[in-house]
């Protein structure tokens, strides 16, 4: 079985200060995981993933996650937000050699970039 | 990546009513998916669209409420039938491309309003 925590719905940070959304995981296996980002009426994009390689990952828009077994997390941050970074940003988890059917997401975490 | 165009975007429809969405890939792909997003919570995979065979339901989806057509291994419809205001969500298609077993892609959403 396998999970992911998102700790806090809300994340508020001003334009120019670091990004940081937490995620945690829960797997019986070493995991695959993923964060994507929801834009207002859009759909999900992935922004970075690790699979077992380098634990720190770095994604597009200037996004970068590090997996960390011993903590089981995978934290997301950005140095500098930006106006454009407001989104919802969602966690996920699944199993090397589980299909996308086996994907599971967390409960996600709206971010709001303040001018 | 793979582009998914996904319609309609949005629609509001009256309850008893079906709504059939549509979703077509610019490529050929092995697994498709579809999702629904309920206001405010994360992904909930509803099925795993099969090409020549019956969708594969999660717990709590059943056909006939969601009937789910994979003519070809481009596109893929999702239909919610007899519709009542528990069904407003976005519903989303997600693919996984040939080749890749964890990588998923997503099209825009569908965001279902039912009155």
């Known amino acids: 079985a396998q999970s992911v925590t998102q700790l806090g719905s809300h994340v508020s940070v001003s334009e120019g200060a670091l990004v940081l959304l937490r995620c945690n995981y829960s797997?019986?296996?070493?995991?695959?995981l993923f964060w994507y980002v929801q834009y207002p009426n859009q759909g999900l994009q992935l922004l970075l993933k690790y699979t077992s390689a380098a634990t720190l990952v770095k994604g597009i828009n200037g996004f970068e996650a590090e997996f960390k077994k011993s903590e089981t997390s995978f934290h997301l941050t950005k140095p500098s937000a930006h106006m454009s970074d407001a989104a919802e940003y969602f966690c996920a988890v699944t199993t090397p050699g589980g299909s996308a059917r086996q994907l599971t997401f967390g409960s996600g975490t709206q971010l709001t970039v303040l001018p | 990546s793979a582009v998914i165009s996904q319609k309609p975007s949005r629609d509001i429809c009256q309850r008893g009513t079906s709504l059939t969405i549509q979703c077509q890939v610019d490529?050929?792909?092995?697994?498709m998916f579809w999702y629904r997003q309920q206001p405010g919570q994360s992904l909930t995979l509803i099925a795993t669209a099969n090409q020549g065979s019956e969708a594969t339901y999660e717990s709590g989806f059943v056909i006939d409420k969601f009937p789910i057509s994979r003519p070809n291994l481009t596109f893929s419809t999702l239909t919610v039938s007899n519709m009542s205001p528990e069904d407003s969500s976005i519903y989303l298609c997600?693919?996984?491309?040939?080749?890749?077993?964890?990588?998923?892609?997503f099209g825009q959403g569908t965001r279902l309003t039912v009155v």
């Open positions: 797997s019986s296996v070493p995991p695959y």
């Open positions: 490529s050929q792909v092995t697994m």
């Open positions: 997600s693919v996984v491309r040939t080749g890749s077993n964890t990588e998923a892609f």
